[in-house]
């Protein structure tokens, strides 16, 4: 199987990729636009050739197409989910959360991928705040 994971370096996209990365999965790709994070989880998975980590966002759809080329699932844990006292924080949010989303869906559409999974959250259920209702409306 070929898997695509957005937020590969966040606490469930790193999760998932140790899964997979031991459950036989032929290429897992991922991306962040934390550089750090990047270096760090491909340095961890450099023992398996199937693992490729890409400086990349979810805001940027352009990027996306590329890297979900050949994938049969695409499994989307990307968000931005700290709400903070900045005032461009509902912007910021609404650009990864919803626009990341459209554009992670319209992506995987264009590649051909078969599957694509939406990682959402429970606040979308009572959305109290800005995440939730970016979450909401992402959904």
């Not at 469930?12 to 270096?39: C, H, N």
């Not at 998975?45 to 693992?51: E, F, I, K, Q, T």
């Not at 903070?84 to 989303?101: K, R, W």
């Not at 869906?105 to 991928?113: D, I, L, N």
Request: with cysteine; proline share 1%.
């Amino acid at each position: 199987m070929r898997v695509a994971i957005t937020g590969i370096t966040g606490s469930l996209g790193s999760a998932l990729l140790a899964r997979l990365a031991v459950s036989g999965a032929d290429r897992i790709v991922g991306f962040s636009r934390d550089e750090q994070r990047r270096l760090a989880l491909a340095s961890r998975y450099s023992w398996n050739p199937g693992v490729k980590i890409y400086a990349g966002d979810v805001r940027d759809a352009s990027r996306l197409r590329d890297i979900f080329a050949s994938c049969e699932c695409v499994i989307h844990a990307a968000a931005r989910k700290v709400v903070s006292a900045q005032f461009d924080e509902p912007h910021e949010m609404y650009l990864t959360n919803i626009v990341g989303t459209t554009n992670v869906v319209q992506a995987a559409r264009a590649a051909g991928v078969r599957k694509l999974l939406f990682i959402s959250s429970d606040k979308a259920v009572h959305a109290c705040n800005v995440y939730g209702a970016s979450k909401m409306m992402a959904e």
